[in-house]
Each structure stands twice: as structure tokens, then as C-alpha cells.
């Protein structure tokens, strides 16, 4: 993950911040120089300078990353805002959604309501249909029992009841007594039939408008589970992009956590920075001062025994590169001398084992002169390690860095050419290389000047 790289970078930074803030610690005081030597001097200098370049690095490296988050929260931001208009359309649709489910429901109330009422009155109707069955059936029995009836008192039939009669006087009368009874009846009979019809046509009537309403139902429902169906995906989709908002949103205050971070690593990278260049401009004043008051200047003449013959010698034999040149690394850093180091037949430092071909081969004196710092105690020497600076006696002094070891001691007189060190790694280095620095004294002004105006590779 992104997160988690910035996360272990940030981690890597802050321990360099802690690292570099100890470093800063443990320099001397200002207030010592007054007391030191020229070689502690300009060992305090040249840790310094180092310090700084690596604290530049480090500021360079933390306003990258700066510049960097900040173009993923405005990837993030936008992120953020498509997602939430997203949320804010599917949001819309649902409401739209719920509505229609609302009216939905109304109306499935509505035709259940009428179903049901359809159904009571069906009910009722049945009943009314079993009475008038029933009210015929017993009608029926009736007038079948009164006919027996009569048969059994005239011990025939009809006929034979009126046939029966006396005479004519009870014949009429026992006729229309016949004929009443059967009008009667058929009378009540035809009526009940009548009445049961016109029911069952009713109740014929209102299954077909029951029918009509189950369908009207049976389409509702079919309507409200499509609609139900459409609601949930919604929903799962709104789901969705609420959780990857909320993910989002995450990352964007992670990011902008780490980018407060970055901010304060910077803004300490710049105080030690600032600090660093104080410090530098202090003890840069006070070499200065100790050359001004001890060191030949242009215009001397040097003494007979350093044979100056005025040209300086390339300080390394053989085969050699330049790793590095005045007054700058390739960086923009920095750097008032030059790096050198051997080179192999294909013209690498190193072999194919990765070994240097620089370390312990000799370095020389590029003139004769006098050495008036040597410091071969492989003490760190606020990164200069093994080194030594030669007074030419002409106002130019040369010094060397980084030596595996030295052949020369303080007050030695050397002679052009000669060996005077091993090439090594010693103080603040990446590898193994000769730091060389010519240094210029005329009239009162003290400066480091381009080595390569006074040597020439070879
Ligand atoms: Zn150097």
C-alpha cells in the first residue's frame, strides 16, 4: 500500500532528523574556537559543511514528499467529491422510490378494503341462497304432504277425492278446496324459484367483480415486488459508495496527517539548517584569521629546502578519475576541494569484486613545502578523518583527506612527489577517495580556491 510506504519513509526521516540532531549536539561550543588550532578549526568546518549538505538533502527529500501528498489529497479530494455525488443521486432515486412505494401501498390497502367487502356480501348472498333452497324444498314437502294428505282421506287420488264426493255440492266444494290449495303453492313455489335466480345471478355477478379486483390485486403486487426488488439494489448500491466514501475519507486524513509531519520535519531540517550556516560562517572567520596571522601569503619567498619550483603536481600517480569537483557537488552542494580516485584498465574504481582500487595506494605532495597540521589518529576529525594540510611558503597551501594513513608528521619538510599518505576511507565518506584543497593567502583576504587552476590531470 501507498500508505504504508510513506508511513515507513516518514519513519526512515524521522530517525535521520534524530540522528542529525545529535550530531548537531555534540559540536563545541562557539565560544571554544578561540582556544583551537587551525587543524581543529578547519575539521569543525569541513563537519559542519557536511552537515549541512546532508541536512539540504534531507530537506530536499521531505518537501519532495510534501509536494507529492499534497498531490494525492487533491486526487483524494475529487475522489471524495465524485463518490458523494454518487451517494447524492442514489440517495434522490430512493426517495423517488419510496414514494411510488407509499402510493404503491395505498393502493393495495384500498383494493384489499373492496375485496373483502365483496367477500361479505358474497357471504351473505350464499346464506340467502341456502334459506330460499331450503324454503323451497320444505314448500315443496308441504304440498306433497297435504296432497297424500288427501289421497289417504278419500283413499285415491285427486280425482278420486273430487270424484269421491256425494254430490255435486261437496264435489264443487271439495274442487275449489283443491284448487286453492294448489295455487297456493304453486304460487309460493314459482316465487321462491324467482327469488333464487335473481340471488344466483347476484352472486354470479359479484365473483366476476371479485375476480376482477383479485387480478387488480394480483397486478399490485407484482408492481410493489418489482419495485421492492429495484429498492434494494439501490440501497446496495448506496452501500457501496458510502463505504468507499468512508475508505476514501480515511485515507485523505492519513494522508493529510502524514503531510503535518512533513511539514514539521521540514521546518526542523531548515532551523538546523540555518543553525549549521552560523556556525560554518563563525569558523570559516576564524581559519581565516589563524592563516592571516601564521600562514605564508603570495609574494613570499619560499624556503630553499622545499625546492618550490612554482608548478604543482597531480597528487595521485597512475591512472585516476575525478568524483567529484570544486565548488560543488553535482548536487549543488558545497564543495571546496576535489575528489580522487584510482581507476582499474576499464577506467572503474572498483573491481569486479567490488574491492576500490584507491584504498592504500600513496598519495603525494603536489609541491615541496612544510607540513604544518598532520592528524593521523583515526579519529573522526569532524569528518576530514587522517589528514594533512602543507604551507608551500608562496602564500598556497594544499591539504589531503581521508587517508587510510599518513607518512608525515607536523613540521616535516616534504619535496614535490613525494608519498605522504595512503589513500583511505577515514572520516565522512562514501568510499575511498583523496579530498585535495588548495588554499590561496594574499594581503589580508584568506580563500579556497579551484584545485584544478593549479593541477592538472595527468
Ligand atoms: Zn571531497
Known amino acids: 500500500m501507498k500508505i504504508n510506504f510513506i508511513k515507513n519513509k516518514l519513519k526512515t526521516l524521522l530517525c535521520l532528523v534524530l540522528v542529525l540532531t545529535c550530531t548537531f549536539c555534540i559540536f563545541s561550543p562557539i565560544s571554544a574556537f578561540a ?20 541536512n539540504q538533502q534531507n530537506l530536499n527529500e521531505v518537501q519532495g514528499e510534501i509536494k507529492d501528498n499534497k498531490t494525492k489529497l487533491d486526487k483524494l479530494n475529487s475522489e471524495i467529491d465524485d463518490i458523494q455525488a454518487q451517494v447524492d443521486i442514489l440517495g434522490n432515486r430512493i426517495d423517488i422510490l419510496n414514494g411510488d412505494i407509499s402510493e404503491l401501498n395505498g393502493s ?18 350464499e346464506a340467502q341462497i341456502t334459506e330460499g333452497e331450503i324454503l323451497i324444498a320444505e314448500t315443496r314437502e308441504q304440498v306433497l304432504m297435504r296432497i297424500r294428505e288427501n289421497y289417504m282421506l278419500g283413499g285415491g287420488s285427486t280425482l278420486e277425492l273430487l270424484f269421491g264426493a256425494e254430490d255435486i255440492t261437496s264435489f264443487l266444494a271439495r274442487k275449489e278446496l283443491v284448487d286453492r290449495v ?12 324467482s327469488d333464487l335466480v335473481e340471488l344466483n345471478s347476484l352472486e354470479t355477478q359479484l365473483e366476476s367483480e371479485k375476480l376482477e379486483l383479485q387480478g387488480k390485486r394480483d397486478k399490485l403486487d407484482s408492481d410493489m415486488s418489482t419495485l421492492t426488488a429495484r429498492q434494494d439494489d439501490l440501497q446496495s448500491s448506496m452501500d457501496v459508495q458510502e463505504a468507499k466514501k468512508k475508505e476514501a475519507t480515511k485515507k485523505y486524513e492519513q ?4 503531510l503535518e509531519q512533513l511539514d514539521e520535519d521540514s521546518e526542523e531540517y531548515k ?8 556556525e560554518r560562517k563563525i569558523i570559516e572567520a576564524q581559519i581565516d584569521a589563524y592563516i592571516k596571522e601564521h600562514g605564508s601569503q603570495v609574494g613570499d619567498t619560499p624556503d630553499e629546502e622545499y625546492n618550490n619550483d612554482g608548478d604543482m603536481l597531480w597528487p595521485v600517480a597512475g591512472k585516476t578519475t575525478m568524483t567529484a569537483g570544486y565548488p560543488a557537488y553535482s548536487n549543488g552542494n558545497a564543495h571546496w576541494g576535489i575528489d580522487i580516485c584510482v581507476v582499474g584498465a576499464t577506467g572503474g574504481t572498483r573491481d569486479e569484486n567490488g574491492r576500490s582500487y584507491s584504498l592504500g595506494k600513496p598519495f603525494r605532495a603536489a ?3 612544510e607540513v604544518i597540521i598532520a592528524a593521523n589518529d583515526d579519529n573522526w576529525n ?16 594544499t591539504l589531503y583527506a581521508h587517508a587510510q594513513t599518513l607518512y608525515v608528521k607536523k613540521g616535516d619538510i616534504v619535496q614535490k612527489g ?24 594574499r594581503g589580508d583576504s584568506v580563500s579556497r580556491v579551484q584545485p584544478l587552476d593549479y593541477v592538472k590531470k595527468p
Request: charged residues 30%.
Open 35 to 54: 582556544e583551537k588550532s587551525l587543524e581543529e578549526l578547519r575539521d569543525e568546518y569541513e563537519k559542519i559543511e557536511e552537515n549541512i549538505r546532508e
Open 108 to 125: 393495495i390497502k384500498t383494493v384489499t378494503g373492496e375485496i373483502s367487502e365483496i367477500n361479505s356480501m358474497i357471504a351473505q348472498i
Open 182 to 193: 294448489s295455487e297456493k303453492d304453486t304460487k309460493l313455489i314459482t316465487e321462491l324459484t
Open 255 to 258: 494522508v493529510e496527517d502524514i
Open 271 to 278: 532551523a538546523i539548517i540555518k543553525r549549521q550556516e552560523e
Open 367 to 369: 609541491q615541496g613545502g
Open 382 to 397: 569532524y569528518g576530514f578523518g587522517n589528514y594533512c594540510v602543507i604551507d608551500h611558503g608562496d602564500g598556497t597551501q
Open 418 to 441: 613525494e608519498n605522504i599518505g595512503a589513500i583511505g576511507e577515514t572520516g565522512n565518506v562514501t568510499g575511498p577517495h583523496l579530498h585535495f584543497e588548495v588554499r590561496v593567502k
